[in-house]
C-alpha cells in the first residue's frame, strides 16, 4: 500500500484576486507577475472567466532563480456556460504601443480551447464534491480550481523556455502537483486539512471532524471461493 501526505502550499493573491505566489515553505517557489497593461482579456461565451498575461514568471528554489518574462498567460475565474468561444477574442491595444501588444496579445486558439476543456473537466469533478459541502468550503473549493490553471499556464511557459523547463521538471512540478493533491485534501475532508499533512496541534481534539468509514457487518468474500471466508472485526475505523 502506498499513502500520500500532500504537502502544505500557501498561496498569494493580489487584490484582483490572482495568484501571484505558491509557496510551498522549503525553499521552493513560484512566482508571477502580470502584464496589467494588457489587462483583462474577456473569454467571449463565459462571463465569469478572463485571460491574465504573464509579464514575469519566477522559478524559485534554495539553488537557483529562472526568471522568464513576457511569455504565457492563465485563465481566472470558473466557467460556468460551456461555450467559450475563442476564435472570438478582442486584443486591447494603445496607439503607442499597439505593435508589442499585438505580438504579447498573440494567442493560441487551439491551445486555449484545450485548457479550457481541461478547466471544465476538473470543474465538474470538484462540484461533485463540493455538493455536500456549506458555502464558506465551496468558496475555497472554487479556488483550488484556479490553482490548477495557474499550474497549467506556469507549465505552458516552462515548456517553452530550456533553462525553466529543467527547473521545473526537476523540483517544482512535484511540489506544484502536491500543492493539488493537499488542496483536495482540504475540501474531500470538510474543509479541515488535519489528515492533509499539517502538522497536529499540541493537544490535538480527541474526536476530530471527518467521515466515519463504515466497513459493512458482513463476511468478505475472497475472489477465489474455495478459499477462507474473512470475518469481519467489529474494531471502529
Known amino acids: 500500500m502506498e499513502a500520500l501526505v500532500p504537502r502544505p502550499a500557501t498561496v498569494v493573491r493580489d487584490d484582483r484576486d490572482r495568484i501571484t505566489a ?11 507577475e502580470y502584464d496589467d497593461e494588457v489587462g483583462a482579456i474577456p473569454v467571449p461565451g463565459e462571463p465569469e472567466m478572463q485571460i491574465y498575461q504573464f509579464s514575469a ?22 466557467p460556468t456556460t460551456g461555450n467559450a468561444r475563442f476564435s472570438e477574442l478582442s486584443y486591447v491595444e494603445t496607439a503607442s504601443t499597439k505593435n508589442d501588444l499585438a505580438q504579447r496579445n498573440r494567442i493560441d486558439v487551439q491551445e486555449a480551447n484545450q485548457r479550457y476543456q481541461d478547466a471544465k473537466a476538473k470543474a465538474e469533478k470538484v462540484e461533485t464534491t463540493l ?11 472554487e479556488q483550488i ?7 497549467d499556464g506556469v507549465e505552458a511557459v516552462a515548456e517553452n523556455d530550456p533553462e525553466a523547463k529543467g527547473e521545473w521538471l526537476g523540483e517544482h512540478f512535484q511540489r506544484a502537483q ?29 474526536n476530530p471532524p471527518g467521515e466515519p468509514v463504515e466497513p ?13 471466508r474473512l470475518g469481519i472485526s467489529g474494531r471502529l475505523f
Open 131 to 141: 455538493e455536500r459541502l456549506d458555502e464558506p468550503t465551496r468558496e475555497e473549493g
Open 178 to 206: 502536491q500543492a493539488w493533491a493537499y488542496a483536495i485534501c482540504k475540501i474531500s475532508n470538510l474543509g479541515t486539512s488535519r489528515s492533509c499533512g499539517e502538522p497536529e496541534p499540541e493537544d490535538p481534539d480527541p
Open 57 to 78: 514568471v519566477r522559478l524559485v528554489s534554495p539553488e537557483n532563480t529562472v526568471e522568464v518574462r513576457d511569455r504565457g498567460w492563465t485563465f481566472v475565474g470558473t
Open 22 to 32: 505558491i509557496d510551498y515553505g522549503d525553499g521552493y517557489r513560484l512566482e508571477t
Open 216 to 228: 459493512g457487518g458482513d463476511g468478505a468474500i475472497p475472489g477465489n471461493t474455495s478459499r477462507q
Open 145 to 151: 480550481l484556479d490553482r490548477d490553471r495557474y499550474q
